[in-house]
């Protein structure tokens, strides 16, 4: 009889939901867990390994700053239009394929008076006590006493999807929720965990720490990697083998597998977020070569400057260090993610840009808005949004948000790729100072 690694979790963390432990023994996970790995449909190369994912994790912490200076000011409120946490789980919402849907849970229906943190001003307080008590402490003990704290307020329609925006406080801590990650991780173990109770979450993530420690080599101290293993078994994107192996059911097993690596439409999918990265790298490198055209120093994301670009590296005759100034700030950790800097003789910054291809634009705006507000000599420089000529609108409604109130300060414009792409070269040649490009591009308030 097998006695695999889950043996050691059942009861103890799971309640004795665990059914049939035994599923799958350690060489089967282990061969699963790899193959999910090298599939270019599974979330692991899709998303996991996705270099803007990371970028993303200040703005949106920053946006659940916003949300808690909003319900302690009084000013957050009864509506989720237009408010700043429609703002920032619109953000985690399009962090591609594990998050989709991931506003669903906080939109207000109003037939069911759910989810109730927008006319019960009681729970809207407990709602900011839970996302400021995550964003303060460090410690696995205060993710939980604040998870329990929230449970205990019974706040009706609030439950475990709110894990998804404690993920992106603490990944090491906190595992991503939704209806696939707990249909993979039921299919996986044999548990009976159910949808929309913190206390079957809990024992789901107790349990999935148990698992990502035991293949911790092929997954990831951040448990988005887990996370996204149990998404793809949910979803379907990564069948299991069958739990008592026959000939006919192993080959029933491997149809199902080479299905999935036929999948024409999701390879066409991951090809194009490939092209889009592509496209995001040669408007960086645009930017960077008109930046030192025009006698600038230029800094560029220090998450991107080992991309390749022109035959070299993105980075290739660009800053290795930001201007101490810029070192010195507290906002530094955004700064250095921003896409593209111009840097002048005095060390300030001339001008910054957020490239926005296809990710949100909400997150280059809080990274610009952090550099802006960490000046020493106030709202310095210039601040563009290069984006296709077709996300314009996009831009407009993004800074419209209650929550970017000081872009109105940062005289925040935005800058089509087709003029860019148009005229670099002639201002390159021809051009002086920033004057060329403001004049390309457009004013977003």
Same mark, same amino acid.
């Given at each position: 009889?097998?006695?695999?690694?889950?043996?050691?979790?059942?009861?103890?963390?799971?309640?004795?939901?665990?059914?049939?432990?035994?599923?799958?023994?350690?060489?089967?996970?282990?061969?699963?867990?790899? *193959?999910?790995?090298?599939?270019?449909?599974?979330?692991?190369?899709?998303?996991?390994?996705?270099?803007?994912?990371?970028?993303?994790?200040?703005?949106?912490?920053?946006?659940?700053?916003?949300?808690?200076?909003?319900?302690?000011?009084?000013?957050?409120?009864?509506?989720?239009?237009?408010?700043?946490?429609?703002?920032?789980?619109?953000?985690?919402?399009?962090?591609?394929?594990?998050?989709?849907?991931?506003?669903?849970?906080?939109?207000?229906?109003?037939?069911?008076?759910?989810?109730?943190?927008?006319?019960?001003?009681?729970?809207?307080?407990?709602?900011? *006590?839970?996302?400021?008590?995550?964003?303060?402490?460090?410690?696995?003990?205060?993710?939980?006493?604040?998870?329990?704290?929230?449970?205990?307020?019974?706040?009706?329609?609030?439950?475990?999807?709110?894990?998804?925006?404690?993920?992106?406080?603490?990944?090491?801590?906190?595992?991503?929720?939704?209806?696939?990650?707990?249909?993979?991780?039921?299919?996986?173990?044999?548990?009976?965990?159910?949808?929309?109770?913190?206390?079957?979450?809990?024992?789901?993530?107790?349990?999935?720490?148990?698992?990502?420690?035991?293949?911790?080599?092929?997954?990831?101290?951040?448990?988005?990697?887990?996370?996204?293993?149990?998404?793809?078994?949910?979803?379907?994107?990564?069948?299991?083998?069958?739990?008592?192996?026959?000939?006919?059911?192993?080959?029933?097993?491997?149809?199902?597998?080479?299905?999935?690596?036929?999948?024409?439409?999701?390879?066409?999918?991951?090809?194009?977020?490939?092209?889009?990265?592509?496209?995001?790298?040669?408007?960086?490198?645009?930017?960077?070569?008109?930046?030192?055209?025009?006698?600038?120093?230029?800094?560029?994301?220090?998450?991107?400057?080992?991309?390749?670009?022109?035959?070299?590296?993105?980075?290739?005759?660009?800053?290795?260090?930001?201007?101490?100034?810029?070192?010195?700030?507290?906002?530094?950790?955004?700064?250095?993610?921003?896409?593209?800097?111009?840097?002048?003789?005095?060390?300030?910054?001339?001008?910054?840009?957020?490239?926005?291809?296809?990710?949100?634009?909400?997150?280059?705006?809080?990274?610009?808005?952090?550099?802006?507000?960490?000046?020493?000599?106030?709202?310095?420089? *210039?601040?563009?949004?290069?984006?296709?000529?077709?996300?314009?609108?996009?831009?407009?409604?993004?800074?419209?948000?209650?929550?970017?109130?000081?872009?109105?300060?940062?005289?925040?414009?935005?800058?089509?790729?087709?003029?860019?792409?148009?005229?670099?070269?002639?201002?390159?040649?021809?051009?002086?100072?920033? *004057?060329?490009?403001?004049?390309?591009?457009?004013?977003?308030?």
């Amino acid at each position: 009889m097998r006695r695999s690694w889950l043996h050691r979790i059942n009861g103890e963390t799971l309640g004795g939901r665990m059914g049939n432990v035994g599923r799958f023994d350690h060489g089967e996970i282990e061969a699963l867990i790899a *193959r999910w790995r090298e599939l270019p449909t599974c979330t692991y190369r899709s998303w996991f390994l996705w270099e803007e994912r990371i970028k993303n994790f200040r703005s949106i912490r920053r946006g659940l700053q916003a949300v808690v200076e909003d319900i302690d000011a009084g000013t957050f409120g009864n509506a989720y239009r237009g408010s700043t946490l429609e703002t920032v789980v619109a953000a985690v919402a399009e962090q591609r394929q594990i998050f989709k849907g991931a506003d669903h849970a906080f939109l207000w229906k109003p037939k069911l008076r759910i989810p109730d943190i927008y006319e019960n001003p009681g729970h809207q307080r407990s709602f900011g *006590r839970f996302l400021q008590a995550c964003d303060c402490c460090d410690t696995e003990a205060g993710v939980l006493n604040a998870i329990h704290a929230l449970d205990a307020a019974k706040i009706k329609g609030l439950g475990p999807a709110a894990a998804n925006l404690l993920y992106f406080i603490h990944p090491t801590l906190v595992l991503p929720f939704n209806t696939a990650i707990v249909k993979g991780y039921n299919a996986l173990t044999g548990a009976k965990v159910k949808l929309g109770r913190w206390d079957e979450y809990l024992a789901m993530r107790q349990g999935a720490l148990a698992i990502n420690a035991e293949y911790r080599t092929l997954l990831s101290n951040d448990l988005g990697a887990m996370a996204g293993f149990l998404f793809d078994i949910g979803a379907g994107h990564l069948p299991l083998p069958p739990a008592v192996a026959t000939e006919e059911s192993l080959a029933a097993w491997e149809a199902d597998l080479a299905k999935v690596r036929a999948d024409a439409a999701a390879l066409r999918l991951q090809s194009t977020q490939i092209e889009e990265d592509q496209s995001h790298t040669e408007v960086q490198g645009w930017l960077r070569d008109l930046g030192r055209a025009l006698g600038f120093n230029v800094w560029v994301a220090s998450n991107d400057r080992a991309r390749l670009y022109s035959g070299g590296r993105l980075a290739d005759g660009c800053l290795d260090v930001l201007p101490v100034a810029l070192e010195s700030s507290l906002a530094v950790d955004a700064i250095r993610l921003i896409d593209v800097l111009w840097i002048d003789e005095s060390s300030r910054v001339a001008a910054a840009f957020e490239v926005e291809h296809s990710t949100s634009i909400y997150s280059g705006i809080v990274r610009m808005l952090d550099l802006a507000l960490g000046a020493d000599d106030g709202m310095a420089g *210039r601040y563009f949004l290069v984006a296709p000529d077709r996300r314009e609108e996009d831009a407009r409604a993004q800074v419209a948000r209650p929550a970017f109130r000081r872009v109105a300060d940062m005289d925040l414009r935005f800058l089509p790729y087709s003029e860019l792409k148009t005229h670099r070269e002639s201002i390159a040649r021809f051009g002086q100072g920033l *004057r060329p490009i403001d004049a390309l591009a457009r004013p977003l308030r």
